[in-house]
């Protein structure tokens, strides 16, 4: 399959072949299987975001025992690995000099 270019904003979890704005965080040279498995994982970073939101309406469960917390820090460093895997030099040193993949 083709590799194509694409822009990739982790704070928002957009994924674009077109910069524009600020969407542009990392560049990545991925196909579309690449780019669909980054989806699930940006999704399921989405769901456990919103279970922690539900979950923090909840005072008796502590935040360092909820499970949809764990998920959402095992699916970011899932997608930074990606995004390096794909990336562009800039984007594999940024992510180097964040240290997350240690």
């Given at each position: 399959?083709?590799?194509?270019?694409?822009?990739?904003?982790?704070?928002?979890?957009?994924?674009?072949?077109?910069?524009?704005?600020?969407?542009?965080d990392f560049t990545i040279?991925?196909?579309?299987?690449?780019?669909?498995?980054?989806?699930?994982?940006?999704?399921?970073?989405?769901?456990?975001?919103?279970?922690?939101?539900?979950?923090?309406?909840?005072?008796?469960?502590?935040?360092?025992?909820?499970?949809?917390?764990?998920?959402?820090?095992?699916?970011?460093?899932?997608?930074?690995?990606?995004?390096?895997?794909?990336?562009?030099?800039?984007?594999?040193?940024h992510i180097e000099s964040?240290?997350?993949?240690?």
């Amino acid at each position: 399959m083709e590799k194509k270019k694409y822009f990739i904003d982790l704070g928002t979890r957009e994924i674009s072949q077109i910069q524009a704005g600020d969407n542009n965080d990392f560049t990545i040279y991925a196909t579309e299987e690449d780019i669909s498995q980054l989806r699930e994982w940006f999704d399921q970073m989405y769901d456990s975001d919103h279970e922690a939101f539900w979950r923090a309406h909840v005072p008796i469960k502590p935040y360092h025992d909820d499970e949809s917390n764990d998920q959402y820090d095992d699916g970011i460093v899932h997608a930074y690995k990606m995004i390096y895997e794909m990336g562009d030099d800039k984007t594999r040193a940024h992510i180097e000099s964040m240290g997350i993949l240690e």
